[in-house]
């Protein structure tokens, strides 16, 4: 970590989600002390109660590991990753669970098994990936669309990145988002093709997105996050300087801008991902306690928001 500060999991995000129903989570591959201590942190929040999937007997020893009394919840046995998430999503199509929670496997293994084609959790919606991002001593929220999932998307799968992005600050309680169509120059120009990309996702956009959403782009980082840079460009549009999103054009725009804020500004970041039946809380290994913990409280925000409406 390269800045001093100690990430922290937001104290607005987790109030909202402590102010609503715990909700049912599939662990999936369970079996690691990491994995565990991720829905321990959520459980012992009120957020979550867990559903344990994966070896029963690597279960119980990382429990142990914790000092954590698991007796009074579901373990559902599974052996390896490819079945451990594929009995986490028949969890869903039982009722027995709400949300996923990416334990001890493969993203690409759980992603295959969200879009099995017979057992699956398509909804027709792309799959997509949101950072909820936050800094300490800073009560500003940034969230960074896709540097996860979607590579390299096309108009069509931007527009849904756009909408999963939306429905996620609405949740939130941010009924007119500002998002940032993300490039390195303001003016549309065919040696910089994601400004082009960014012009032909505003045209793609229907009445009814526009409704829900203030979008603007191209903007550059400077021209999207900062007011004074945006004045001195002379960018007039709300957006500019006051973006609550990032639709970045790549993933490789997403992935430098989301590490560069947790390992300068020791930024907190909170991570899922849209477009299943159910919100999926997407973890990795090297995050800390406090960016786990928000990730389970925006997953549960969010599930509530989609159930609600």
Not at 88 to 117: E, F, P, S, Y
């Amino acid at each position: 970590m390269l800045s001093q500060l100690t990430p922290e999991c937001p104290e607005y995000l987790l109030r909202k989600a402590q102010a609503l129903p715990a909700m049912t989570t599939a662990v999936v591959n369970a079996g690691s002390v990491l994995a565990l201590e991720s829905a321990q942190l959520a459980h012992d929040a009120g957020i979550m109660v867990p559903v344990l999937v994966g070896n029963p007997a690597l279960i119980v020893e990382a429990a142990q590991s914790l000092s954590w009394d698991i007796s009074e919840f579901e373990l559902v046995p599974a052996h390896g990753e490819a079945d451990a998430a594929a009995k986490a999503v028949a969890c869903v199509h039982q009722g027995k669970a709400q949300l996923l929670m990416k334990g001890d496997l493969h993203t690409d293994v759980l992603i295959r098994a969200l879009l099995n084609r017979d057992t699956g959790l398509r909804t027709g919606e792309r799959l997509s990936h949101l950072f909820h991002m936050t800094v300490p001593n800073s009560e500003r929220v940034l969230c960074i669309s896709d540097a996860v999932v979607n590579v390299q998307p096309d108009t069509k799968t931007q527009l849904s990145i756009l909408r999963g992005a939306t429905s996620v600050m609405h949740a939130l309680g941010n009924e007119s988002p500002r998002i940032a169509l993300l490039s390195a120059t303001e003016v549309p120009s065919a040696a910089m093709p994601s400004s082009l990309a960014a012009k032909d996702l505003l045209e793609a956009m229907s009445p009814h997105d526009h409704a829900l959403a203030r979008v603007f782009g191209p903007l550059a980082f400077d021209g999207a996050v900062s007011p004074e840079a945006a004045a001195i460009k002379g960018i007039n549009d709300p957006v500019a300087g006051q973006a609550d999103v990032l639709l970045v054009p790549n993933i490789e725009t997403g992935n430098a801008i989301f590490k560069q804020l947790v390992y300068f500004n020791a930024a907190t970041a909170a991570g899922i991902l849209l477009g299943a039946k159910v919100p999926v809380i997407l973890t990795s290994r090297a995050d800390p306690a406090a960016a786990r913990l928000a990730s389970a409280a925006l997953a549960v925000v969010y599930a509530h928001h989609r159930h609600a409406g």
